[in-house]
């Protein structure tokens, strides 16, 4: 299982970014794609979580309804668009991965089973 999140960058707020994780070595429906994000000095969190196979998408309260997670299998690619972003948006973004069979609940930091490096967003105010 190999996650590589690209699609960071400087973005003034207000501002839209649309972070991608490249997923190779295993197949995308079988799995439970995760964003999460560590911002300077603070734990890592949980952003939003995918299920294609379930049909299923979580997000933290914190991003509900300025940030949406798509999946193309097709393209093995989990897709975090990222709309309206703010100054406490900046982060450095994670992908990661959990096997389905886990359960939705493993969807959290220390649930995942593999972790892509990430890629950092920084929102200017």
């Known amino acids: 299982v190999q996650l590589q999140a690209s699609g960071g960058g400087l973005v003034q707020a207000g501002g839209s970014l649309r972070l991608s994780c490249a997923a190779s070595?295993?197949?995308?429906?079988?799995?439970?794609i995760g964003w999460f994000r560590q911002a300077p000095g603070k734990e890592r969190e949980g952003v939003s979580c995918?299920?294609?196979?379930?049909?299923?998408?979580y997000y933290a309260d914190s991003v509900k309804g300025r940030f949406t997670i798509s999946s193309d299998n097709a393209k093995h690619t989990v897709y975090l668009q990222m709309h309206s972003l703010k100054p406490e948006d900046t982060a450095v973004y994670y992908c990661?991965?959990?096997?389905?069979?886990?359960?939705?609940?493993?969807?959290?930091?220390?649930?995942?089973?593999?972790w892509g490096k990430g890629t950092l967003v920084t929102v200017s105010s």
């Open positions: 995918i299920s294609s196979a379930a049909d299923s998408t």
């Open positions: 990661a991965a959990v096997s389905l069979d886990r359960g939705w609940g493993s969807c959290v930091v220390y649930g995942m089973d593999s």
């Open positions: 070595g295993f197949t995308l429906d079988d799995y439970i």
